[in-house]
């Protein structure tokens, strides 16, 4: 079964570079979430698209914005990049977005931020 | 967001039953109660989920209590594969669409 996939897988930028994290969900699901997960943490919230719109948003830093496309791939656009900003980035996607949805996570992209 | 306390830490042979408790006393009448598990290196995964009743699925087992405020989950035949932190995440109807807001999790060593 296709599963999301995201890409690059890695990635390593210096500071007050930009990066962009590409997502591309399971076809036919219309939801994109993005998680960030830093060294020794938990996963933690950054922004969610359905239908192409704005959903609901976490803890983002104002440097960071992303879109959902008319293909339902998101694009997670960061700039003036930070040694903070170094850990892995989740995309998940999930069939309608409801609360009681499985959302189906990606491998991840770590970023290195030197 | 309703909140949740998982033990920092298990452990268990392999082939054995394990539960992993999770309480969440603070629960809606509307919070679904989610299990995924983050493998080393990977992604999390979905686990499993329910609202009141009891659910049963390939992966694992989830029990409710009566009462909602807490829920166990149980891996019936521990497996080294089953080695990872175990996330219990509650989603309501706060929003249209469920962020996951991810705990400290669980992280379970299984032995040989």
């Known amino acids: 079964a296709a599963g999301v996939i995201q890409s690059p897988r890695h990635l390593i930028k210096e500071k007050r570079e930009t990066a962009t994290l590409k997502c591309y969900p399971i076809p036919r699901h219309d939801t994109v979430y993005w998680y960030q997960q830093g060294p020794g943490q938990d996963p933690q919230f950054l922004i969610s698209f359905y239908e192409k719109m704005q959903s609901d948003k976490g803890s983002i830093p104002d440097r960071f914005s992303a879109q959902q496309f008319s293909d339902y791939h998101s694009e997670l656009n960061m700039s003036s990049l930070e040694l903070g900003d170094s850990a892995l980035y989740f995309c998940a996607s999930s069939l309608n977005g409801g609360y009681t949805d499985t959302q189906y996570f990606g491998p991840g992209t770590r970023l290195t931020v030197l | 967001d309703a909140k949740t306390t998982q033990p920092n830490s298990m452990e268990s042979n392999e082939e054995e039953p394990v539960h992993l408790p999770c309480n969440h006393s603070t629960i809606s009448g509307t919070d679904y109660i989610h299990w995924y598990r983050q493998l080393p290196s990977q992604g999390p995964e979905y686990v499993i989920h329910?609202?009141?009743s009891n659910v049963n699925n390939r992966m694992a087992s989830l029990a409710i209590a009566e009462d909602r405020k807490s829920s166990t989950l149980i891996l019936h035949r521990a497996t080294l594969r089953d080695a990872a932190v175990y996330y219990c995440?509650?989603?309501?109807?706060?929003?249209?669409?469920?962020?996951?807001?991810f705990g400290t999790g669980t992280r379970l060593q299984v032995f040989p």
């Open positions: 329910g609202l009141t």
């Open positions: 995440i509650l989603s309501g109807m706060g929003s249209r669409e469920a962020k996951l807001i």
